[in-house]
């Protein structure tokens, strides 16, 4: 979820030169040198119609299924399907507009993308951009306006992000009360406080941002895996206004927020956290209806290339397929958390249905293999079950192996359960995948190996 973040009014404001550019409608830009366009949305519908839902998720009420009231943040709107608060303008762009009725009840907007795939492969780039204008609004008028295009990781999807902050949140362009400026966060770790100083998140502050209100502006995020330290890089009309290197927190911090898909989000809040260390609102003066245009939303994507060996997150050049492969040595996950283990070191917890955990360059060598074994513990109430399951070079790939798995009497009760898999030979990317039909935590792992 989107933070409660509460920053000091007296947050710093970069002042920079930025490029303005007042066309209402642009096609989406050419990639970037070395990507490829995996996604995008320009937005050329006819007036007053709404998105296409084979590509975007209307995300209606006052909070995901099972997740945190007023979307976590205290915002005090209602989000609709409406064409009266989101719809295509005609022009080229997509509007979204916060709506006021006579009992003073707000609604709003908030859409996501239907695919939650967008990520940087190992070795490689995804860059995140829109190009938007801000509501233009100002003053009393614009207490409690709360505009945002951001991106939350995958694994929020599912449980309705009660996994927040831990699975990331990009924020890519925030703006409050009609301010001239953008804010841009990455969120993580624990909340409250933790490595990512949350709620409020490792962010860049507060920049001026000189005719964002009233003309469009690009926004963009782009995350560098080819680099070491890997880097997530902000920018606003193409200047690279703020940079976080992955040694700004632990390995397993950093890999948690970001080595897995994204899905990008798109909506205009009223009140709420962050408007109300601005100031506040909404107010009797805060004016309705003056929305949020969107003329793209574009996602580029390089191709993969070798992990830099002196990466916090490489986990070493290869790995024998045959040697015991700690869980916590994982290069990528989603939905997992380190823990202390019984048996000594540390294990992954709080596994459900669709969590992952990725292994890279393991060697299997010429091949031979006759099973693997895994050490599993698990205290899930009775009824609670589910499947480990491993597979090679892609999560969408069939499993080569699996076995099923009910309580073990304990979270910290361990056992080795071994499960049969296919021949395998060569260098490859192992997924260890869980898949439950219950939304409940289900296995703890210490360890896996492949045995001939």
């Known amino acids: 979820m989107r933070s409660l973040r509460v920053l000091?009014?007296?947050a710093l404001v970069v002042a920079a030169s930025v490029?303005?550019?007042?066309t209402a409608d642009a096609a989406v830009p050419p990639p970037p040198s070395g990507m490829t366009l995996v996604f995008s949305d320009d937005f050329t519908g006819a007036a007053g119609t709404g998105l296409n839902r084979g590509n975007w998720l209307y995300s209606a009420g006052t909070g995901y299924p099972g997740g945190a009231a007023n979307w976590g943040t205290?915002?005090?709107?209602t989000m609709t399907d409406s064409t009266a608060n989101v719809y295509q303008?005609?022009?080229g762009n997509l509007a979204i507009k916060p709506l006021r009725d006579s009992a003073g009840r707000w609604t709003s907007g908030r859409v996501e993308t239907q695919r939650t795939d967008f990520a940087a492969p190992v070795g490689g780039r995804v860059r995140i951009e829109a190009r938007i204008q801000q509501p233009n609004v100002t003053g009393a008028a614009a207490a409690g306006y709360w505009p945002a295009f951001w991106a939350l990781g995958d694994a929020a999807r599912p449980v309705g992000a009660t996994n927040w902050p831990g699975i990331g949140e990009w924020d890519i362009m925030e703006n409050i009360n009609?301010?001239?400026?953008?804010f841009a966060a990455l969120h993580c770790g624990?909340?409250?406080g933790g490595p990512c100083n949350e709620t409020t998140g490792l962010t860049s502050g507060e920049r001026a941002c000189s005719g964002c209100l009233s003309s469009f502006h690009t926004y963009a995020v782009e995350y560098d895996r080819s680099t070491?330290?890997?880097?997530m890089r902000w920018y606003l009309d193409g200047v690279n206004y703020f940079t976080l290197n992955s040694t700004a927190v632990d390995a397993t911090t950093w890999n948690n927020a970001?080595?897995?898909?994204m899905f990008v989000i798109l909506n205009v809040a009223i009140g709420g956290g962050f408007p109300a260390a601005f100031g506040g609102g909404p107010t009797a003066q805060t004016q309705p209806g003056v929305p949020m245009l969107v003329d793209y939303v574009a996602v580029w994507q390089s191709s993969g290339g070798t992990t830099p060996t002196t990466s916090p997150t490489s986990g070493g050049s290869t790995r024998d397929a045959y040697s015991r492969i700690e869980a916590e040595s994982y290069n990528a996950s989603a939905g997992v958390q380190v823990e202390t283990c019984a048996e000594g070191g540390q294990d992954v917890g709080w596994i459900a249905n669709g969590d992952w955990l990725q292994f890279n360059n393991v060697d299997f060598g010429t091949g031979g293999v006759r099973d693997f074994v895994a050490r599993v513990a698990s205290g899930a109430a009775g009824g609670v079950s589910g499947l480990v399951e491993v597979r090679l070079d892609s999560r969408s790939n069939a499993p080569i192996g699996s076995f099923a798995l009910g309580g073990t009497g304990g979270w910290q009760t361990w056992q080795s359960i071994p499960g049969n898999v296919s021949n395998v030979t060569g260098m490859h990317t192992v997924f260890v995948t869980f898949s439950s039909g219950q939304p409940a935590d289900f296995v703890n792992l210490n360890w896996i190996q492949f045995r001939r």
């Open 8 to 10: 000091a009014a007296a």
């Open 19 to 22: 490029t303005i550019v007042t």
């Open 74 to 77: 205290g915002e005090v709107e």
């Open 89 to 91: 303008d005609g022009s």
């Open 178 to 182: 009609g301010r001239s400026s953008v």
């Open 190 to 192: 624990t909340n409250p």
């Open 228 to 231: 070491s330290p890997e880097q």
């Open 258 to 261: 970001t080595h897995h898909g």
